[in-house]
Structure formats: structure tokens, C-alpha cells
């Protein structure tokens, strides 16, 4: 029966996440943002949901272990939905505050972005520079730079 707990499907209801008290209302999009379990998110990517990117940020938010949190953040930045690739940066962007940290390929995937975004920011901010692509040192050193040079001048 659709929209039951039993087919979760895309809009479906609350999935059960094996905790006892339910997971996110799919449907709705309650509790999306509190969501902590990988693996929630990554069976609603594979249903094709399409709120799975407020599910990310959540993921993002929640999780303990940003290890864990990369593979579904990149998951987000390769989607199809322009939507879901935002969310996805928006979700870099918690976790390079949040942990200090970022993985390889996350920011390979984040060069193909425009610049300036939430994500490139954050990085920058709270990552230990010599964690950085190049890519992202050459965004920033000429931000830096012109900043530098307007100093004297008012």
C-alpha cells in the first residue's frame, strides 16, 4: 500500500530507522534535517527521493564521524538535480565546520561548482590550508591578495 511505512517509495511515509522511534517523513519532510544514519540517506538517493538533499544537510549536521558523512555528500554533488547538488555544498560547507576536515574526492567534485560558494568559504575558514586543493589556494590567495593591496588605501 503506498505512503505506508510497509513501500516507502518516492513521497512516501516515515521510514523506520531501526531505532524504534522512526525516521524521516519522506512526504512531508519532517525530521529530515535530524537525520543521522548514512545509510537512511543513501536507500532514499537509491528511491529517488526527491527531499534527499534537506537529508544530506542533516547528515551533515548530525553524524559523528565525517568519514562517514563524504560518501553521501558526494553522492549529492554528483546528482542530476541542480537542487540536490546545492544541498550537497551546503552540507560540505557544515562539515568542514563542524569537523575541520574534508576528504580527496568531495573537493574534486566541488571544483566543478561555481566559485564563491558556501562550501569553498568554509573550507577555507576551517580547514588546515595544507588539506586544500590547489584549485581552491589559487581561489583564495587572489582574494587575499586584492584585500592585502586595499588596505593602504582605505
Known amino acids: 500500500m503506498a505512503g505506508t511505512t510497509d513501500d516507502p517509495g518516492p513521497a512516501g511515509g516515515a521510514v523506520p530507522d531501526g531505532d524504534g522511534g522512526g525516521g ?3 512526504r512531508s519532510g519532517s525530521n529530515l534535517l535530524g537525520v543521522d544514519r548514512p545509510d537512511v ?3 532514499a538517493f537509491e528511491r529517488g527521493e526527491p527531499m534527499v538533499g534537506v537529508a544530506v544537510i542533516g547528515l551533515a549536521l548530525n553524524h559523528a564521524d565525517p568519514e562517514a558523512v563524504f560518501p553521501v555528500v558526494a553522492r549529492a554533488l554528483e ?3 541542480r537542487e540536490v547538488r ?3 555544498v551546503i ?3 557544515h562539515v568542514a565546520r563542524l569537523h575541520r576536515t574534508v576528504d580527496r574526492r568531495c573537493p574534486e567534485l566541488l571544483r566543478r561548482r561555481p566559485r564563491g560558494n558556501e562550501a569553498d568559504d568554509d573550507l577555507w575558514s576551517f ?3 595544507r588539506e586544500l586543493p590547489l584549485w581552491l589556494w589559487r581561489h583564495h590567495a587572489w582574494e587575499r591578495l586584492v584585500f592585502r593591496l586595499r588596505l ?3
Open 127 to 129: 580547514v588546515p590550508h
Open 91 to 93: 552540507a560540505l560547507a
Open 41 to 43: 540517506v543513501l536507500a
Open 86 to 88: 546545492r544541498q550537497g
Open 79 to 81: 546528482s542530476a538535480d
Open 24 to 26: 524521516p517523513d519522506w
Open 152 to 154: 593602504p588605501f582605505g
